[in-house]
């Protein structure tokens, strides 16, 4: 959905390959043309940066990307590519201030939540719709782990409002497949397309494919060749299009709750930790340790049982973030929150960076630190991304003045 930051800016095109280290992100940052961005990022094959697996798994950080960028291309405070990198911080926003009720209905959409069906079926999962858009993007999807916003965009709004699938279902599918799934953005994201966090549901015609895609994504002929009046009338009624009658055209990736085997991931050893300062690094906060750490602080990695039971990754997903942790540390467990809590009581102390997809559990394991952000706190909850930039660039002038950029004092 809005991955505004997972785009290909100076990257090849056929580059799908996510390496899991952070020279990596810091060479995609070094490629990033904001301009170029700013012309071209409706397209799939546009300036994108394809920085979202990076900045999901904390391999670098918003005000790190800003930075960078802006060191080699100055820009104005309300340059398009600072106001997508803000849409992670306000989804996050939000996400802070409604809790688990983003994972419901925000609002009634065109239809009532009763109004669609639950089960994900088989022919958009395979690929076998006979929409050359949805099928392309959903090939994509298998194949890389990846998704340009714009195509995330197109295939949720067929799934919503075409085939009539509730959003949490196609949203909870999209999740387990993207190597850069993060929750607020994508459930967001899919209420944003379903009508039911906006005022509107986002709709999409073949007209809208043939500008911003390649040929094989053109969509001439198929249920999505018709006017916006004519799916606004769609999107309002209960009728749904047929599912595709060819074969499937890709297998669905597997899902795994389990880090595999060879990531060398094995249970707690109290004895690794007895007397030392610990820093964990979780799936979504793999960079090094800051720098104020204690002297001979020993760095493990970890993946809770509690986070993947629910949300399994499919194994492209577990590769990156388990190789990122294995360039951090030797030491890597996984294992329950409570078995965790165990080894560790022989440490001296346990520190760690927050994420709201570890909490509650790592905040019981360790002394957390917030992760650094680019833009400032909102006391109050804005309903809306541009009510939302309004205060937190309200009185500013130019990017040095944005909290995660600004010098210290």
Known sequence: MRHPESARHGVEAADHAFVPTRSAALARIAAVRPDAYAATRNAIDGAVTRLSPYITHGLVTLPEVLAEVASRH???LHHRF?????????????WARRGDAILQSLHQGPLPDEAYARDMPDDIRCAATGVPVVDEAVRELAATGWLHNHARLWLASYVVH????HWRTGADWMLAQLIDGDLASNHLSWQWVAGTGSHKPYLFNAGNVARHAPAPWHSRGSVVDTSYEAL?????TDRRVAPGRGGPSVDAPALHALPPREAGFSQPWPDAVTGRDVWLVHPWSLRPPPADRPA?????GLALHEWHGNRPWTARRWQFAAG????LTRERWHASRDEVATALRQARSVQAESDPHAEPALSTLARTRPAPRLFGEVDRPCPSFSS???QVTRGMASLRQLPGLAPPA
Do not use: D, N, S, Y
């Open 162 to 165: 075409l085939r009539k699938l």
């Open 296 to 300: 001979g602080t020993v760095v493990i």
């Open 232 to 236: 606004e009338a769609l999107a309002a």
């Open 82 to 94: 600072v106001q997508e990198l803000g849409w992670r911080e306000f989804f996050r926003h939000v």
């Open 324 to 327: 990122a942790m294995a360039t």
């Open 388 to 390: 939302w930039w309004t």
């Open 74 to 76: 100055p820009m104005p």
